[in-house]
């Protein structure tokens, strides 16, 4: 069954450093999200891209994100100046429609960021 | 802003019983629902979902029910196994304002099928 994958699966950074973190969605979606989990906390929407652009981010997702399809295949996350509090997990998803009835999203195993 | 809530933050069910997670959600321009499981060092994989035109879906040995007036869901393991030990999202999805491409989910509750 084609997955979401993401790399790398731990990402250590110090406070202040530019990181990006990479993930290859299933070939034939279309649409494609970044979710978070910050430790014993909810999973928390970041943003969703389709068609070469961001169709919807949160508050959470400010200047300092900011995502890219450079290719045909990978879907970046970067965070320019990472910060204490953007410690987490980070999923990649991906899902062939729009998040619908017939659509649901399928999630990569996760990066966990962590700013020291 | 939990739009989305699982108060219960653990179960712990004994193998072949039923199991039952329950889900809460405030806003009503929500129309389409879903479970999620998550075992650790994993993404989370979707389970069911259910649209707000309907009040039961069932897939093999899971069911979910929802009641729209009472803006509540849950899930229904039966009979549960000790694979099913995970933890589940419930999550939401449709309303405008927040946009469609946005899943909101739950706090999850810990699953523990005790064989």
């Known amino acids: 069954e084609p997955e979401v994958t993401q790399t790398p699966s731990h990402q250590v950074t110090q406070m202040g450093q530019e990181v990006i973190l990479r993930c290859v969605p299933i070939?034939?979606?279309?649409?494609f999200y970044w979710y978070r989990q910050i430790l014993g906390q909810k999973v928390e929407f970041l943003v969703s891209?389709?068609?070469?652009?961001?169709?919807?981010k949160s508050e959470i997702f400010d200047d300092q994100f900011s995502v890219e399809r450079p290719d045909g295949s990978n879907f970046t996350l970067k965070i320019r100046s990472t910060k204490l509090e953007d410690s987490a997990m980070y999923f990649c998803?991906?899902?062939?429609?729009?998040?619908?009835?017939?659509?649901?999203?399928?999630f990569g195993n996760g990066t966990r960021l962590t700013v020291t | 802003d939990q739009q989305v809530k699982q108060n219960s933050p653990s179960l712990s069910v004994q193998e072949g019983r039923i199991s039952i997670l329950n889900c809460d959600y405030t806003?009503?321009?929500?129309?389409?629902f879903l479970w999620y499981k998550k075992y650790p060092a994993e993404g989370p994989t979707f389970l069911i979902s259910?649209?707000?035109?309907?009040d039961k879906n069932e897939d093999g040995r899971f069911t979910v029910f929802l009641n729209k007036s009472a803006k509540h869901l849950s899930l229904h393991i039966v009979p549960s196994q000790p694979g099913d030990s995970a933890v589940y999202f419930c999550a939401a999805s449709g309303d405008p304002s927040g946009g469609y491409q946005k899943v909101t989910f739950g706090t999850g509750t810990k699953l523990q099928v005790i064989p």
């Open positions: 259910i649209s707000s035109i309907k």
């Open positions: 806003n009503s321009m929500f129309d389409y």
């Open positions: 891209f389709y068609n070469n652009e961001i169709s919807e």
């Open positions: 070939s034939n979606h279309l649409y």
């Open positions: 998803a991906s899902s062939s429609q729009g998040s619908s009835y017939n659509s649901p999203l399928h």
